[in-house]
């Protein structure tokens, strides 16, 4: 069973990612990816975006994600690392439920009673020993976006992302993250997370 599993959250194009395969050329570690890659179903953007901003059964965003969730999980407790790098963590889709809820319109005692049915499971959020935020330092561009989407999508996506920022911002206030870094230069912030590692477990398994 992994022993130490470091959750990098935040909103979409963060560097996550990026920060999490340049300290996997750093580490001997296994990188437990984006939760929806572990289920075997085929779901292409436009029926992605359906689901999170559209479809009015919100049970099925509900569902997906704890499923696609517990498979992570699942495949992270079958892996022999010592050490799991992993993009997002449950807090982070709390507030990316949360986020897609209040874009579609849903008031606040609403989205509280729907993030109650999608409540994770507690080991899902045990299993992160460190959780790290990562804040943009920039404002979303919204001619960024993803291309795959109409205007008027990415409208929708724009307006979930600063949503999605907003509670954040509130998690972090909240302490629910170990450690929260702004996102200047990925060189920087790769050394600072490097830096977090050795500091909480030793020297650690260096490649």
Do not use: H
């Not at 969730?69 to 050490?83: A, C, M, S, V």
């Amino acid at each position: 069973m992994i022993k130490k599993t470091i959750s990098f959250n935040g909103i979409d194009n963060c560097g996550k990612t990026t920060i999490i395969n340049r300290l996997s050329r750093c580490y001997e570690c296994f990188i437990a990816s984006d939760p929806f890659k572990y289920i075997n179903v085929n779901i292409s953007k436009q029926d992605m975006f359906s689901i999170w901003f559209e479809d009015k059964n919100i049970s099925k965003l509900c569902d997906l994600i704890k499923f696609s969730i517990e498979e992570r999980y699942n495949t992270i407790l079958k892996n022999n690392f010592d050490l799991c790098l992993m993009d997002k963590g449950c807090y982070n889709f709390v507030a990316r439920i949360a986020a897609a809820l209040k874009t579609r319109g849903y008031s606040d005692d609403m989205i509280e009673n729907l993030l109650i049915e999608c409540q994770l499971k507690k080991e899902y959020i045990d299993i992160e020993t460190i959780k790290i935020l990562i804040v943009r330092n920039d404002i979303i561009d919204i001619n960024s976006l993803d291309n795959s989407f109409n205007i008027e999508q990415n409208k929708i996506y724009y307006k979930y992302l600063c949503e999605q920022n907003s509670i954040l911002m509130k998690q972090r206030n909240n302490n629910l993250y170990d450690f929260v870094l702004i996102n200047d230069k990925i060189e920087d912030i790769t050394n600072k997370i490097g830096e977090i590692i050795d500091k909480k477990y030793g020297k650690y398994n260096i490649t």
